[in-house]
């Protein structure tokens, strides 16, 4: 009950009563700020505003405590200046595309980078001016041929999906930056426990936080982080276009970073534990994971990661057929069409991420209608493996 004032009717009871700030102990962990509008106590703070003071909030869009404190978290582990965080990971590409670019600029991506990047760049920014080319993984070492006096950003993804092969990110970002060209780096697969692009040549670091960064399949997010010289016209196109998170979201987010490390530490065991099962297997034709010594990617690896990742790819003897045999008899994997989560998941990237592709696109990216894909969570190995066998078994 609201005891300190006195309103005199309902409709300014329902607005006001409880309102209150009540005082108690500050507690341990980052409030939600639940709120869309921060009321100011008089113009000379609304000034202070105005004149940048970062204390001083005006409204959800352009800044949130909740929202600031997972910022700063974000920025903290890629070792970034700052991070903008937004509605999803394809929003925080989207805004760092149009921070970046502008119409009549060109960029420059992989062929194997995420199905809803190369829409974005194909469906959404060429209706802003902005045309991509994409190189297939095979030409990577020629990039310099796709580069002309209009690109002006290079967008490259470190394991990709589904195949996990590995980019050499320094020396992508050594070519661009001979030429002026900003280097942008979707993280989402490696998460800055593995891999600190900004350390390795990017400009920016890109996220789909609904990911391992938030860790639960609980929420939708995305982030992008670097030196406030790129991620200040990038904030400045998430006010202006939109794209903004939610206080409630960057909460949870804030809490499932707290394991972050414990938990990309125990899925890169289980990855590691599953790759050599699967090597082992007589149903199974190949296993794409880069911490096995055989991998091309292997090297790669080991220069700019810290583990080799949570995910593990491979191609079933049998075809399509035994794909979908398999992935019906599981039963402690989930059919999920994401990854990140601390439950195992299992895809299948031809209805899905690469639904509808040609079969040249297919062949380029090599993967087939054998192709399975396995994000690991935090479960025991021993589980997920004796799971793994019997819907072997059924394939
Ligand atoms: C590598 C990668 N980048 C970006 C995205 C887009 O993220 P979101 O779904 O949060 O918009 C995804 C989503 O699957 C992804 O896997």
Redesign the pocket.
Known sequence: MNTKKNFPSDPTICVHAGEDRHGRSAPLTTEIAQTSVFTLKNVDELRRYAAGKADVYLYSRYGNPTIRAAEEKVAALEAGESCVLTA??????MVTALGICKAGDEIVSMLD??G??IKLFNNVLTRCGIKTHLVPFTELGKLARYFNRRTRMLFL?SPT?PTLRCVDLQAMADEAHRRGICVVV?N??ATPILQKPLQHGADVV??????YLGGHSDL???AAIGAKKWIDPIRTMMIQSGGCSDPGVAYLLLRGMKTLEVRVERACINAFHVAEFLREHPKVARVMYPGLVDSPSHPIALRQMRDFGMMVSFDIKGGGSAAERFINALKTWYLA???GGVESTVSYPLLS?HVGLSKKSLRLLDVSAATVRLSLGIEDSADLISDLAQALSRA
């Not at 999803?88 to 590409?93: D, L, N, T, V, Y």
């Not at 890109?206 to 990911?211: F, G, L, M």
């Open positions: 999803s990971g394809m929003a925080a590409e980078i995420y809803g990047t993804e999906n979707d989402t697969f890109v996220h789909s936080a609904t990911k939708t997010a995305g069409t994401s990854l991420s």
